[in-house]
């Protein structure tokens, strides 16, 4: 496997142990059948809770079963999942850094224990529900919101593109709180657990993706649903709450694409070195050799910043602003070396016996979910100028 400038040295036995443990279950669980998949638009929904067994659901929490693993264990198991297929590390984001990230932080004790054990061994499936249909780089716009009455809260709203709600238990729904004002640019944006077969939630699938394929979305709509106060997480409001559950989501997207983005890369390098034209391996032309040497180069500065944000976050210093650039930079990276890959292979390329075009379909998701391009452009825009160019 790629590893240019040697990092592997810097692992320690638990990272390395991660790591292989992620390999080897991709390697002899999932990819066998991942093409199939992909084409069929299916995620292998068996594998939920073996997943969960081996620990790929926010290990790098504490407490209620969950490892405390660190940093950079958490970003190789990104890597190793987003090698196979982004609809894999798409489950392990959503899952770990969307829910259970959220009610760890910010949750009652009672929600921690309720939800926490069963989503990280994978016995229930949750989701987050931010963007709506009117509201996708601009999730402060939302329209979804909640009414209080006496000890309940009635939900009204609809979100779409959401990762797992068709098969989810539980969904995180952010919703402007309209107990202390009709004023929406007022109601504090709060967020609510919403139990999936509550009366009046509806999670029609989406099914017409050309990308991420391997991962079922879908949308949440809420008409009149009630849920108790207890469902509300008590220790955040504001949007700071989604906000914060998406740095620690970008921050595995920022690992995953390299894993991706390494899958072209070694698929590539074998792949030249097989096939003969012109009486040898297509290997030996400098054109194919700018390259490899070009992906290489990419994937391993781009390695470099994701095993640097690692240590940023182990020692508390990590900014969203950096997490922006590494998301921003890696998935772009992706994007551009999945492309390259694939004109490698020639018309074998465009299979799915090869994964270089299903890695380069998901990529689109991948550059456009969690903060597109665009906006991470502007944060990084608006961190180095001091003005804000959203609007
Ligand atoms: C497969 C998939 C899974 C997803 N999973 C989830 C999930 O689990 N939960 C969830 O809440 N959401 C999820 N999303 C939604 C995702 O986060 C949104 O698609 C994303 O935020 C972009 O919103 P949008 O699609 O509405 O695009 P828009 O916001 O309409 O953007 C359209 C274009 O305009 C550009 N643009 C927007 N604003 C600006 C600006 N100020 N300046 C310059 N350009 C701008 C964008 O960069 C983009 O190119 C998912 C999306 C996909 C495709």
């Not at 390999?23 to 594998?47: N, S, Y």
């Not at 009117?134 to 009455?149: C, F, K, L, Q, Y």
């Amino acid at each position: 496997m790629l590893d240019y400038v040697g990092l592997e040295g810097d692992l320690d036995r638990e990272e390395r142990m991660i790591r292989d443990t992620a390999r080897r279950f991709v390697d002899e669980q999932v990819r066998p059948d991942i093409g199939e998949h992909f084409e069929a638009g299916t995620f292998p929904t068996d594998l939920i809770p073996e997943m969960g067994d081996l620990g790929f659901y926010a290990p790098n929490l504490d407490g209620y079963g969950l490892p405390n693993v660190s940093e950079t264990a958490y970003g190789l198991l990104m890597q190793e999942l987003e090698a196979c297929d982004s609809g894999l590390r798409s489950m392990a984001s959503v899952q770990g850094a969307l829910v259970m990230y959220p009610i760890h932080a910010f949750g009652s004790e009672a929600q921690k224990e309720r939800w926490l054990p069963d989503l990280g061994t994978g016995e229930a499936v949750g989701c987050f529900g931010l963007t709506e249909p009117e509201h996708g780089s601009n999730p402060s716009a939302m329209e979804t919101h909640a009414e209080r009455d006496g000890d309940e809260y009635v939900l009204n709203g609809s979100k779409t593109w959401i990762t797992n709600s068709p098969i989810a238990d539980i969904a995180v729904v952010w919703a402007r709180d309209r107990s202390a004002t009709e004023d929406d640019d007022e109601a504090p944006v709060r967020g609510f657990l919403v139990e999936t077969d509550r009366d009046g939630v509806t999670t029609n699938e989406i099914k017409e993706k050309l990308s991420l394929r391997v991962s079922i979305t879908g949308e949440i709509s809420l008409q009149d649903v009630r849920v108790p106060e207890s469902n509300v997480l008590p220790n955040v409001e504001g949007m700071k709450g989604p906000l914060s559950c998406l740095t620690q989501a970008r921050y595995g997207i920022a690992w995953g694409a390299v894993g991706a983005a390494r899958d072209c890369f070694e698929t590539a390098r074998e792949y030249a070195s097989d096939r003969e034209q012109f009486g040898g391996p297509i290997a030996r032309f400098q054109l194919q050799q700018e390259k490899l040497a070009e992906m290489a180069t990419e994937i391993t500065t781009s390695q470099l910043l994701a095993h640097r944000l690692a240590e940023l976050k182990e020692r508390g210093e990590l900014r969203p602003q950096h997490v922006s650039m590494a998301k921003r930079n890696n998935v772009r990276m992706a994007r551009d070396q999945s492309r390259i890959a694939r004109e490698i292979l020639g018309g074998n390329g465009i299979t799915t016996d090869y994964p270089p075009m299903r890695h380069m379909a998901n990529m689109e998701t991948v550059y456009t979910y969690e903060g597109t391009h665009d906006v991470h452009t502007l944060i990084l825009g608006e961190d180095l100028t001091g003005i804000a160019a959203y609007e």
